[in-house]
């Protein structure tokens, strides 16, 4: 089944202690992107990625790091976690052919709570 | 910059009637428009996507129309159920995110 693959779904952590999310993709797509939703915002970008050693910022990048050393994997690293970084995270990926005709597939999220 | 509108926030309505949610956008340079239902929680699921030369789509009882020139796109949900009682996102493709509105939280009353 083509998925996108986030890992924890829930996380509870304290402030400061550095952590890690992953995320995986099965459809060997190029683009990778990390979004997060918050009450009131919406949704958001955090970085993207289009291919293996390319990635940029997103609009709200700032406390967050991202790496994409395979094409199926992007983590997203929060290396000294906030209160302000309690969100729902959401992984996405989408093929870089064919532009208009595609559109993105989401992971099912993650539950991030620093206290 | 991109910004997405959608209207109403909330919805309410009784179980068999027909519904349109509405969405805006101030950039018509979109590659496609997608809609997305999150239920309370959980994951974006696609639901249609509308390539920025279609004037619409169909899955089932689901229809979204686009109008690019009028930056606006509409969901119409045909004899709505108890279980389509969800968050409908609408997002327009630029070249490197999507941007979301804010969502029309909809309530199917049995």
């Known amino acids: 089944e083509a998925q996108v693959t986030q890992n924890p779904r829930y996380l509870i952590t304290v402030t400061g202690k550095k952590l890690t999310v992953t995320c995986s993709q099965n459809?060997?797509?190029?683009?990778m992107s990390w979004y997060r939703q918050d009450p009131g915002l919406g949704l958001r970008q955090i970085y993207y990625s289009m291919n293996v050693e390319v990635t940029d910022k997103g609009d709200v990048p700032e406390g967050y790091k991202v790496s994409r050393k395979e094409k199926r994997n992007f983590p997203l690293i929060l290396e000294s976690p906030s209160p302000n970084q309690t969100s729902l995270y959401f992984c996405?990926?989408?093929?870089?052919?064919?532009?208009?005709?595609?559109?993105?597939?989401f992971g099912s999220g993650t539950r991030l709570t620093v206290v | 910059k991109q910004e997405v509108t959608q209207i109403p926030a909330a919805l309410s309505v009784p179980e068999g009637e027909n519904l349109v949610l509405n969405c805006s956008f101030t950039d018509s340079a979109i590659y496609n428009l997608q809609w997305f239902r999150q239920d309370p929680g959980k994951g974006l699921t696609s639901l249609l996507l509308i390539q920025s030369s279609q004037r619409e789509q169909t899955s089932g009882r689901l229809n979204a129309s686009l109008d690019k020139s009028s930056g606006r796109s509409t969901l119409y949900i045909a004899a709505s159920q108890p279980g389509d009682s969800a968050t409908y996102l609408c997002?327009?493709?630029?070249?490197?995110?999507?941007?979301f509105g804010q969502g029309t939280r909809l309530t199917i009353n049995p």
């Open positions: 997002a327009g493709r630029g070249a490197q995110k999507l941007v």
């Open positions: 996405a990926s989408r093929t870089s052919r064919f532009t208009a005709n595609y559109g993105y597939t």
């Open positions: 459809m060997n797509h190029e683009y």
